[in-house]
Nanobody, 124 residues
Framework: QVQLVESGGGLVQAGGSLRLSCTAS????????MGWFRQAPGKAREFVGV????????YAEDSVTGRFTISRDNAKNTVYLQLNSLKPEDSAVYYC?????????????????WGQGTQVTVSS
């Protein structure tokens, strides 16, 4: 069956870095765009970025630009989200998701499969 498993979250001080991973199984990874979303308590889930099947990344047009980097390794069926210069407002559960039909959507409905999420907490 399809599985997306995130890892790499944790507690970090402001200004620090984390690298999140999402390993996929059960579908043809290289033909799917892989997106990252996040959700903080009491807030709606928001788009962070996506990397399409040609390995071109697209990022949310806000404060993540220039601090976060998405990459993928098709040989390992894994997508990464590098988080640098973290701020307390980056604290959230981070989810990866896959889309077989849209290369760079920022909308949740474009994604079919979702992981369970990994918690990122940034202390001030």
């Amino acid at each position: 069956q399809v599985q997306l498993v995130e890892s790499g979250g944790g507690l970090v001080q402001a200004g620090g870095s984390l690298r999140l991973s999402c390993t996929a199984s059960g579908f043809t990874f290289r033909t799917h765009a892989m997106g990252w979303f996040r959700q903080a308590p009491g807030k709606a889930r928001e788009f962070v970025g996506v990397i399409d099947w040609d390995e071109t990344p697209t990022y949310a047009e806000d404060s993540v630009t220039g601090r976060f980097t998405i990459s993928r390794d098709n040989a390992k069926n894994t997508v990464y989200l590098q988080l640098n210069s973290l701020k307390p407002e980056d604290s959230a559960v981070y989810y990866c998701a896959s889309s077989s039909w849209h290369p760079n959507s920022n909308r949740s409905y474009a994604y079919t499969y979702w992981g369970q999420g990994t918690q990122v907490t940034v202390s001030s």
